[in-house]
């Protein structure tokens, strides 16, 4: 694939076609959309596509922040930065507030090593998510099962349920001695999350936002 591709077929909403600066962080300072055009460019080719080589200025540090974007023929828009932000500091919105906290959490956690909280949060995330999508079980592992048999969760994931440690720990609850989370296991069950936040809220969500592209062609 080329770059020329970019945003074809895939993408966010352009609204007009210019740059979703409400989307881009501040690589340095995390500030949401609050940049000046420091400068520019742009290149088209023969069929009228064009790819822009922005640079934003952060109203609130003063950074650079490269933006390469360009805009599908459906009004769809990619755009890939540099620097990006290290640290997560947001969900998207398409995702419940009380699951994107959570997951915000196990997240920073992990970039934090600290595995114990890693592991709590996204156990807790994932419970959250299974609520928000009706689950009935007396377990984590019957609740996965339920939404595996009502289609809502493919087989594969289900299966790997069963293989994350952190999942099949009924007590949540501190216990006197227990053993320290493994940076390992906090990982599988972070990673588990972030694929179960993509089959429940992301995948439905951009089926929509193709849907509603074609609409507009
Ligand atoms: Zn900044």
């Known amino acids: 694939m080329s770059w020329w591709q970019i945003g074809e077929g895939y993408g966010t909403q352009s609204f007009g076609g210019e740059l979703r600066t409400d989307?881009?962080?501040?690589?340095?300072?995390?500030?949401?959309?609050?940049?000046?055009?420091?400068?520019?460019?742009?290149?088209?080719?023969?069929?009228?596509?064009?790819?822009?080589?922005?640079?934003?200025?952060?109203?609130?540090?003063?950074?650079?922040t490269s933006v390469f974007w360009g805009n599908g023929s459906s009004g769809l828009q990619r755009f890939h930065q540099v620097p990006w932000l290290q640290k997560t500091t947001k969900w998207p919105s398409h995702w419940p507030d009380d699951v994107g906290r959570y997951w915000l959490?196990?997240?920073?956690?992990?970039?934090?090593?600290?595995w114990d909280a890693a592991a709590l949060m996204a156990r807790s995330a994932v419970q959250l998510t299974l609520?928000?999508?009706?689950?009935?079980?007396?377990?984590?592992?019957?609740?996965?099962?339920d939404l595996g048999s009502k289609a809502i969760l493919p087989p594969i994931m289900v299966e790997w349920a069963h293989e994350v440690r952190v999942l099949g720990n009924e007590n949540a609850h501190p216990t006197l001695g227990a053993a320290p989370t493994t940076d390992r296991d906090a990982k599988a069950v972070v990673e588990f999350l972030t694929m179960l936040l993509k089959i429940v809220f992301d995948l439905p969500n951009q089926i929509?936002?193709?849907?509603?592209?074609?609409?507009?062609?």
Request: with cysteine; net charge negative; aromatic share 6%.
């Open 23 to 64: 989307l881009v962080d501040c690589g340095f300072c995390g500030e949401t959309g609050n940049f000046d055009f420091e400068s520019r460019l742009k290149k088209e080719n023969s069929v009228g596509k064009v790819l822009h080589y922005d640079t934003l200025k952060c109203e609130q540090c003063g950074n650079l």
């Open 131 to 145: 609520r928000h999508q009706h689950a009935e079980g007396r377990s984590l592992y019957e609740e996965i099962n």
């Open 208 to 217: 929509d936002d193709h849907r509603d592209s074609r609409k507009k062609e």
């Open 105 to 114: 959490q196990a997240q920073r956690s992990v970039e934090a090593s600290n």
